[in-house]
C-alpha cells in the first residue's frame, strides 16, 4: 500500500523535520499544504512562510497555498487538496505538544476523512532540537519574543553548540527549548531532503522591543548542491 | 474460613514496595503471615517460583468473546456499528441471552485467572453473567447495570448479587452514547445513596467521538466531565486523544484511568494516551483487556507488554519501564479494587505464584526480575492465583469448575455456529 501523504509546511524546523521523518516512515509526500497567516495567528506559523515557495522548489514539491486563518483556512485548503490529489489519505504535520494546533488540524481532517501524521507530537524537546540538527535540517531563527534567547541566533545556522546553549539557557530562563510556546520562530534553508539551499546574503536584526528581536532578510539566494 | 496456605521458600517477593528475596509465608483468611507455621492446610513449594501481588483487568466487556474475530479488520466506528446490530438482532433472536453470557464470561473469565488475573471491571448486557462466572472462578469483579437510568433500577439490579468479592460501579457507556444530563443526574442519585461508588465510562477513545464532544459542546471531553463535576472517583477508560489542557484538570484528583493498548492498536484508534503525563499528575493508571478480540487470546500479560512496547515507541523514550507496568497492571489495579497491594504482615494482598522456567533461572536477579514479568510472560508462567484467601487456579481450575468449563466450550461451539449461520442470513437479506 503506498501511503500518499500532504505536508502542512510552514517552512520552519518543526514541519520541515516532521516531512522529512514521515519521508522515511515510507510517506510519500505529494504535495505541500501552506497557509498564509494573518500576522497575529494563533494556529499557523507566520514570519517568512512566503518563503515556502522557495522551499517547495528545494523540495521539488508542488504546493497548495491559501490565505486565510483558523480552521476555515485549512478547510478550504483540504478541500481543493481532496480536488487536485484524491489519493492522499494522509496530512503531516509538525505538532509537537500544542493541543490546540493538533487537535484542530484533527477536527478539519476527519471531515475529509484524512488521518494526521505527527511524528513529533510528544517527544522529548530537547532531544528533538538536538536530532533536527544532527539529522541536517540547517534552520536560523526568525525571530524572538523571550527573554534569555539572545539575538545572536538571527540569522545563524543553529549548530550542535548553539543547540546545548539554548537547552541551557531554556532551564535558566524557563521557556520551551523547541521553542513550542512561540518563543522564538525558525527558518530552514537545507535539509536532506532539499535539493537546493537557501543562503541569506543580506539581513539586518531589528531590536523591536525589550527583548523581541527580528530578522530582517534583505536578500536571499536559492542555489544548487 | 479458607484452607490455611503456607508458601515456602519463594525465590522473589514482589509487590507495591519492590522485589526483594523471597522467604516463607502463611496465608489465612486471607491475611499474610510470616511469622506462624501451619499445622495443617496447603503446603505450596515455591523454591522456583515469585511471589507477586494479584493482577487487575481494569476495563472490560468479557462475554464479548462469543463475537470474537467478527469485523475485526474494519477499524473503530464500523467494528462498533457492527456489533451493535449483531447483538441487537442476537438478542431479539434469543441467541444472545444470560446463559450464553455467563458461558462465553466464563472461558474469558478462565483465560484471564491464567494469566494472573485475581479482579475484573466488566461492563456488558446481562451484565449479572459476568458477575456469575466470577463467582464460579472465584475472582473479584466490579459490574453493574449498562446505562442505568435511575437508582431504584440500580438497586433493583445490583440486588440480585450476593457474592462478596462483587462491587457496583456505575456503567455509562460514554458521553456519545449516554446524555451528558442523565450522566449526571443519576449518578448524583446513585451516589447519594452510595457515596463511594465508581463512575466507568469510555472516554477520548477515538478522535471522531472528541470531535462530536467538541461540536456539540464545545469543550474537550474531559472539561465536560469536569464542567458537570464527574471527574473524582471515577475509571476513564481509553483517553486516547487526551489534551494537555485535560491533563492538566486530572492533575491530583482522585480519578482512575484504564489504558487498553492491545484493543487501542488492533481498532488502530489513531493515537496512544498519554500515560507519562497522566501518571505524573496522579491519575491511577490501570491496564485493561476491553472487549475487541480478533482470535480468543485473553492475556493480561500480554496486554502489560503491549503498553510497555506501545509507549516507548510513542514517547520515543524509555520513559516507561517495565516497574511502571508492573504498576499499572498490578500495585494500580489493586488500589482501584481497594485490595492490598503489599505483601506484609497482617496484610490481605491477592497473590499469583508465577514460575520462573529453568532456562531463564540463572539469569534472573533482583535487578532484572520485573523486565522478566512484564517482557517475557513465557518465561514466568503463572502457576497459581490465590484470591481473598482461597486459591482458583493451580496450573489448572478444581474439578468442579474444569467440568464447567467443559461443558461451556462445547455450549459456545454451538451458540457460535449458531451466530455464524445468523450472520450468514442476514447477509443473504442483505
Given at each position: 500500500m503506498v501511503k500518499y501523504a500532504a505536508a502542512l509546511y510552514s517552512g520552519g524546523k518543526d514541519s520541515t523535520y516532521s516531512l522529512h521523518l514521515a519521508y522515511l516512515q515510507g510517506y510519500v509526500i505529494k504535495c505541500l499544504l501552506v497557509i498564509i497567516p494573518p500576522?497575529?495567528?494563533?494556529?499557523y506559523h507566520t514570519?517568512?512562510?512566503?518563503?515556502t515557495l522557495l522551499q517547495a522548489d528545494s523540495l521539488g514539491l508542488p504546493f497548495i497555498r491559501i490565505k486565510g486563518d483558523g480552521m476555515d483556512a485549512l478547510r478550504t485548503a483540504l478541500a481543493k487538496l481532496r480536488k487536485d490529489y484524491p489519493e492522499v489519505k494522509y496530512i503531516i504535520t509538525g505538532a509537537l505538544r500544542s493541543d490546540y494546533q493538533r487537535m484542530r488540524f484533527n477536527f478539519i481532517a476527519s471531515e475529509f476523512n484524512l488521518k494526521v501524521i505527527?511524528?513529533?507530537?510528544?517527544?522529548d524537546q530537547e532531544e528533538y532540537l538536538r536530532d533536527v540538527v544532527r539529522h541536517g535540517i540547517r534552520f536560523t531563527l526568525t525571530s524572538i519574543s523571550v527573554?534569555?534567547?539572545?539575538?545572536?541566533?538571527?540569522g545563524k545556522i543553529i549548530d550542535e553548540r548553539d543547540v546545548e546553549e539554548i537547552i541551557m539557557l531554556s532551564k535558566v530562563h524557563g521557556f520551551n527549548p523547541a521553542f513550542e510556546g512561540g518563543e522564538a520562530e525558525t527558518l530552514v534553508l537545507?535539509?536532506?531532503?532539499?535539493r537546493k539551499k537557501l543562503i541569506i546574503e543580506d539581513y539586518e536584526v531589528i531590536?523591536?522591543?525589550?527583548y523581541v528581536y527580528r530578522l530582517l532578510i534583505k536578500r536571499i539566494r536559492v542555489v544548487e548542491k | 474460613m479458607s484452607e490455611p496456605i503456607l508458601i515456602e521458600n519463594p525465590m522473589y517477593i514482589v509487590d507495591a514496595r519492590g522485589v526483594r528475596k523471597g522467604s516463607s509465608f502463611t496465608i489465612i483468611d486471607g491475611e499474610v503471615n510470616f511469622k506462624e507455621r501451619i499445622k495443617s492446610g496447603r503446603i505450596v513449594d515455591a523454591r522456583n517460583r515469585v511471589v507477586s501481588i494479584g493482577f487487575y483487568?481494569?476495563?472490560?466487556?468479557?462475554?464479548?468473546i462469543l463475537l470474537?474475530?467478527?469485523?475485526?479488520?474494519?477499524?473503530f466506528w464500523p467494528w462498533l456499528k457492527n456489533i451493535i446490530s449483531l447483538e441487537n438482532k442476537l438478542m431479539d433472536k434469543g441467541i444472545l441471552n444470560d446463559e450464553n453470557t455467563y458461558y462465553s464470561s466464563l472461558i474469558y473469565c478462565s483465560l484471564l485467572a491464567r494469566s494472573g488475573c485475581c479482579g475484573i471491571v466488566d461492563m456488558y448486557y446481562y451484565w449479572w453473567s459476568a458477575v456469575n462466572a466470577c463467582e464460579k472462578i472465584g475472582l473479584r469483579i466490579m459490574s453493574g447495570p449498562?446505562?442505568?437510568?435511575s437508582w431504584s433500577s440500580f438497586r433493583r439490579e445490583i440486588s440480585r448479587i450476593n457474592y462478596n468479592l462483587f462491587t457496583p460501579i456505575i456503567n455509562m457507556h460514554s458521553l456519545y452514547g449516554v446524555d451528558i444530563n442523565i450522566i449526571k443526574s443519576v449518578v448524583d442519585e446513585i451516589r447519594s445513596n452510595i457515596p463511594w461508588i465508581k463512575l466507568h465510562i469510555h472516554v477520548s477513545e477515538t478522535r471522531d467521538e472528541v470531535y462530536g464532544i467538541w461540536s456539540k459542546y464545545g469543550k474537550y471531553p474531559i472539561q465536560l466531565l469536569e464542567e458537570y463535576n464527574l471527574i473524582d472517583n471515577s475509571l476513564l477508560?481509553?483517553?486516547?486523544?487526551?489534551?494537555y489542557s485535560e491533563i492538566e484538570l486530572l492533575k491530583h484528583r482522585r480519578c482512575f484511568m484504564a489504558h487498553c493498548p492491545t484493543s487501542n492498536a488492533l481498532l488502530y484508534t489513531g493515537s496512544v494516551a498519554p500515560i507519562v503525563e497522566l501518571d505524573e499528575v496522579g491519575v491511577v493508571v490501570t491496564l485493561g483487556t476491553d472487549?475487541?478480540?480478533?482470535?480468543?487470546e485473553v492475556n493480561l500479560r500480554r496486554v502489560a507488554k503491549d503498553s510497555v512496547l506501545q509507549l516507548r515507541q510513542q514517547y520515543w523514550?524509555?520513559?516507561?519501564s517495565a516497574w511502571d507496568v508492573y504498576r499499572f497492571l498490578a500495585v494500580n489495579g489493586a488500589k482501584l479494587f481497594g485490595v492490598d497491594n503489599v505483601i506484609a504482615e497482617g496484610r490481605n494482598p491477592d497473590i499469583v505464584l508465577m514460575d520462573i522456567v529453568r532456562e531463564a533461572r540463572s539469569f534472573v536477579d533482583e535487578d532484572n526480575l520485573i523486565e522478566f514479568i512484564v517482557y517475557s510472560p513465557e518465561l514466568t508462567p503463572v502457576r497459581m492465583v490465590i484470591v481473598n484467601g482461597n486459591i482458583?487456579?493451580?496450573?489448572g481450575f478444581n474439578s468442579d469448575v474444569e467440568k464447567e468449563i467443559t461443558y461451556a466450550l462445547s455450549k459456545l461451539s454451538n451458540v457460535r455456529r449458531k451466530v455464524c449461520e445468523f450472520m450468514g442470513e442476514v447477509e443473504n437479506e442483505e
Open positions: 500576522k497575529d495567528s494563533e494556529l514570519p517568512y512562510v512566503n518563503l505527527s511524528p513529533l507530537w510528544r517527544k527573554k534569555g534567547l539572545p539575538p545572536k541566533y538571527l537545507d535539509a536532506p531532503l532539499f531590536h523591536e522591543w525589550e | 483487568n481494569c476495563h472490560s466487556h468479557i462475554p464479548m470474537a474475530g467478527f469485523y475485526s479488520n474494519l477499524g449498562p446505562n442505568p437510568n477508560v481509553h483517553l486516547c486523544w487526551t489534551t472487549g475487541f478480540n480478533p482470535s480468543y523514550s524509555a520513559e516507561v482458583i487456579y493451580d496450573s
